[in-house]
């Protein structure tokens, strides 16, 4: 399993979303950290223990693929996985092409979304 | 002052008169004295004189001059004494028609009492007395004849003679001709009798010379000629007996100039003083009572022909009071020929004015049988003149070629041929007019009818004005029928009870067509609802009343709509129940039929309501992406919740205050996708309109709410500026929410062209002055094309690529329903603003 600081980052501006995916990742044993927003998550946030961020794409104020571009522009490479109400073909490929790991449409299976996400910190943790 | 060629006759025939009464008198004389015992000139002098007009008399004394010096110069008699006599004849002639005509009413009549009595007094008596003074004085003194035995002879003679032959001439003259040939022959054979009785028996008793000495027979001769001088009194009046007289006197004087002793032994000479007085005594009483006979059957004859007169004047005015007014056209007819006929006039032509009161025209014309009498036309009647200047008072007008109407009493007849026109009066308006003519010669003198024909008129008035006044309101009476009948709705008129008094045709035709108002004239309207309310109609109940109360006065009217008809709501019908304004009271019921008007009033709505369904449907479609989004929060987070709720079970002990908040927060959710469902649902629902107070606010919240997945995805900001106070209108939620939801997407919409930083959209409210609410919706996109403000809200107007032209439409239909207004502006800087202006409701609780 992986280590204490390996911190899985929540962006949703829904908040009950935001509160089940802290138990879904809680009750599978991973360090979870949750954000109502992007600039929720810059100011508070502590980027280097993240080992992923889940990140909603349509949010009020910057979007998800918009703190995505800030990440990368900051120089943080952490693992996005998307998350998004209405997933369309050109969303998707902006996403991909910026750089996800994954994009899961809501509503989504939270067992796919646990392993899209342990698939990530095992690859950061074999390049380790 | 000229003799006229109608006088030349008379006076010649007075002078010859003269001649052939003088040598009557001289044979009638007993020389040596001069007066003879009847002297006809002065009788005929006086006779003429008396029938014509003083102012003429000098042409028949002057006439009477040559007879006289003819007569007597053949005569042994001195000039001077011829002369002399001239003058006193002439003047007993003179004072004896000065006096009559002083003091009777109609001199040359001797028909009553009264003017039998001033004749007597007047040319029998004074005259004679007076004038015989003169006489005697000059033949004593011209021909030495004893003064008073002279004054005698001459007095009784001329008493005599005035007595006899003054009203014979008189009433020869006057009514002679009319008695020759209006008498009947019955009449005629009667008259004829008695001259031969009266000569038979007078010449019997005054030549036999020993009639007086047969044992019981009177000694006056007179006394046996009495009751043959009675029945001349009796039944051919004063003038049959002054000429019975003349001829008893004729025979009489006669018998004794021939030397027949009328008087038994009495000489000559005081055997005619004494037949004079026996005359003279029996004659003036039998005078007095032929006058008093004639008098008052005259006053028979005027008081039956008024009684006739009346009658008819009663049957005309009973045959027009209860006539028909369009029976009277006839009955005018026929009154005229009666009228003319019993009143023996020449025509009657009845005018009557035009409706507009500016023409008049022959409405009937009745004329007498005989030549000439084609009936005249009105213009020939008016003759120029203006009905109002003919029609002003009843004018009567002598025909010109008649003699002009003499001023003085008696000598000459009004003319014959004459016109009187009365107007007809009836309301105080003019009707017409109604001309009498008089053409017939011989026909009595309209004059003298006048005031009868005024009378016969006014009947004629009265009728007229009631045949104006039932044609006017017959013709209206019509008018308002006719209304009544076209019109499509069925009207019936209620007495107080309600029972139908009339219907119109519309009314009968809805019956046949199976409604309810299986009703006619005379059946109770109430019943009707009676019946339909026992059956349990609620609606008839609230009519019934409804219409009870219209009658009983107190309710001003009644409007409801019915249903009725197989099946029932079949047909529909609006009833109009108004007072009727008349002191018996009443009603006027009116019933429409307003189901096709109410069906396609139904079809209307629904069409508008499918359409607003659809455009709600079609909304949705735009809207799918953003529901999809708001339901996928609310089903993921509850997925999400579930699963990590199995890993919280599986292990051996599990957190059971995790799993706890897990199932809230999933509870949560469910509630959360089950309010965009029901959104949603509300939709997609084709709801009826309903009317429920509001808050527009709270209306406004929900909406942006329901939008605010669009508003992210969209990347539009959409800023509520709302009223601190709940702001309350009366309307439908779900279609006022179409409104608001239709104005943010357009908004939306207008945005997208734009940068993101700037789209953004303003939603206000604001209380105005007028009790309204303003709502705006402002956006920051490319604002309205020039012509599009105005036709935006057009059905089919669209700007965009997909749209179809109908949501504003709609929401504009919808807007106005609940009375408010939609328009459109653009923004001073960019974009446009959509207003809306909603009435608040009055209590301002929701």
Not at chain 2, 143 to 164: A, C, D, I, K, Q
Not at chain 2, 768 to 794: M, Q, W
Request: net charge neutral; glycine share 8%.
């Amino acid at each position: 399993m992986s280590g204490t600081d390996a911190t899985v980052f929540v962006v949703d501006d829904d908040p009950s979303i935001r509160r089940s995916l802290e138990r879904l990742f809680r009750a599978a044993g991973h360090p979870v950290q949750i954000f109502g927003s992007a600039h929720q998550l810059l100011e508070r946030g502590d980027l280097s223990k993240a080992i992923c961020v889940v990140l909603d794409v349509r949010m009020p104020g910057p979007s998800g693929l918009d703190l995505q571009r800030m990440l990368e522009a900051g120089g943080h490479d952490i693992p996005v996985i998307f998350i998004t109400g209405h997933a369309d073909l050109p969303m998707a490929e902006q996403a991909f092409r910026a750089g996800a790991v994954d994009l899961f449409a809501k509503p989504f299976d939270g067992q796919a979304l646990l392993e899209a996400v342990e698939r990530v910190t095992s690859a950061r943790q074999r390049r380790h | 002052m000229g003799i006229r060629r109608a006088e030349a006759a008379p006076a010649l025939a007075v002078c010859v008169g003269y001649y052939v009464g003088a040598n009557l008198g001289f044979i009638l004389r007993f020389p040596p004295d001069t007066p003879s015992v009847m002297w006809p000139p002065n009788a005929i002098l006086t006779a003429t004189l008396l029938v014509t007009p003083p102012r003429r008399w000098w042409i028949y004394v002057l006439a009477a001059f040559p007879a006289h010096l003819v007569a007597e110069l053949r005569i042994d008699w001195p000039p001077p004494l011829v002369l002399a006599l001239f003058v006193t004849n002439c003047s007993e002639a003179l004072m004896a028609a000065a006096f009559v005509r002083r003091f009777s009413d109609a001199p040359a009549r001797f028909d009553t009492l009264y003017r039998v009595g001033v004749f007597v007094v007047g040319a029998v008596i004074l005259a004679p007395f007076l004038s015989s003074f003169l006489d005697a004085t000059a033949v004593s003194m011209l021909g030495g004849e004893p003064y008073w035995r002279v004054w005698r002879v001459r007095f009784f003679s001329n008493v005599l003679t005035e007595l006899t032959l003054v009203p014979a001439i008189v009433i020869i003259v006057t009514a002679g001709a009319g008695w020759l040939l209006g008498a009947s022959l019955r009449r005629r054979v009667e008259a004829a009798l008695l001259t031969v009785a009266l000569l038979a028996v007078g010449i019997v008793i005054f030549t036999s010379p020993h009639f007086d000495t047969i044992p019981g027979v009177p000694r006056s001769p007179l006394a046996i000629l009495l009751p043959l001088l009675l029945w001349a009194a009796v039944r051919f009046g004063p003038g049959g007996l002054s000429l019975a007289l003349l001829v008893t006197v004729l025979v009489a004087i006669t018998a004794v100039t021939h030397g027949y002793a009328p008087l038994g032994e009495l000489p000559l000479r005081d055997g005619i003083p004494a037949l004079q007085t026996l005359f003279i005594i029996v004659a003036v009483p039998l005078m007095g009572l032929a006058a008093l006979i004639e008098e008052r059957r005259r006053a028979e004859e005027a008081l039956a022909e008024r009684l006739g007169f009346e009658e008819l004047l009663s049957r005309l005015s009973a045959a027009f009071v209860h006539l028909p007014s369009h029976e009277m056209d006839e009955a005018f007819g026929v009154w005229l020929k009666r009228l003319g006929e019993y009143l023996r006039l020449g025509r009657i032509v009845l005018l009557r004015l035009d409706e507009d009161r500016e023409r008049l025209s022959v409405s009937h014309c009745w004329t007498a049988p005989g030549p000439g009498t084609a009936p005249p036309s009105a213009e020939e009647l008016v003759n120029g003149r203006n009905w109002r200047e003919l029609l002003r008072e009843p004018i009567l007008v002598p025909d010109s070629s008649d003699t002009p109407a003499v001023a003085d009493r008696g000598e000459a007849a009004p003319p014959a041929r004459s016109e009187l026109v009365i107007p007809l009066l009836a309301g105080g308006r003019v009707r017409g007019g109604l001309v009498f003519g008089a053409v017939a010669v011989g026909r009595p003198p309209l004059a003298s009818v006048v005031p009868r024909l005024r009378l016969l008129a006014e009947v004629f008035a009265g009728a007229l004005g009631r045949k104006e006044t039932e044609d006017a309101l017959r013709s209206s009476e019509l008018m308002k029928s006719a209304i009544l009948t076209s019109l499509p709705t069925g009207v019936a008129v209620l007495d107080r009870q309600g029972r139908i008094i009339a219907v119109n045709q519309s009314w009968t035709q809805t019956r046949e067509d199976g409604s309810p108002r299986d009703t006619g004239v005379g059946s109770n309207y109430l019943d009707m609802w009676r019946r339909a309310a026992s059956s349990g109609d609620p609606s008839a109940v609230e009519a019934l009343d409804g219409i009870r109360a219209v009658l009983e006065g107190s309710r001003s009217a009644l409007a409801c709509d019915y249903s009725s008809g197989a099946p029932p709501g079949d047909r529909w019908f609006a009833m109009v129940v108004v007072p009727l304004n008349r002191p018996e009271g009443g009603a006027v019921v009116s019933h429409a039929d307003v189901t096709e008007r109410n069906r396609a009033e139904a079809e209307a709505q629904r069409n508008r309501q499918e359409l607003a369904h659809f455009t709600r449907v079609s909304t949705m479609g735009e809207l799918t992406a953003s529901l999809a989004h708001e339901l996928s929060q609310p089903l993921s987070g509850i997925l999400t919740n579930a699963q990590a709720a199995q890993r919280f079970l599986a292990v051996a002990s599990p957190d059971l205050v995790e799993v706890r908040n897990i199932l809230s927060d999933i509870v949560e959710d469910d509630k959360r996708a089950g309010e965009v469902i029901q959104r949603l649902r509300d939709l997609l629902r084709k709801s009826e309109i309903s009317r429920v107070p509001l808050d527009l606010n709270a209306l406004l919240r929900d909406v942006v709410r329901l939008l605010s997945s669009d508003t992210v995805i969209r990347n539009v900001t959409c800023t509520l500026e709302l009223h601190p106070e709940p702001i309350i209108v009366v309307g439908d939620r779900v279609q006022l929410q179409q409104v608001v939801l239709n104005l943010l997407l357009n908004a939306m919409d207008a945005m997208v062209e734009c940068d993101e930083a700037s789209r953004t959209s303003v939603v206000r409210t604001e209380k105005s002055e007028l009790n309204a609410v303003h709502v705006t919706v402002e956006d920051a996109g490319s604002g309205l094309a020039k012509d599009a403000e105005r036709r935006i809200f057009e059905p089919f107007y669209t700007t965009k690529a997909s749209g179809m032209g109908m949501g504003l439409s709609i929401a504009r239909s919808i807007v106005l329903a609940h009375n408010g207004l939609i328009w459109a502006t653009n923004n001073p800087q960019r974009g446009a603003t959509f207003h809306l202006a909603l009435p608040l409701s009055g209590d301002g609780r929701v």
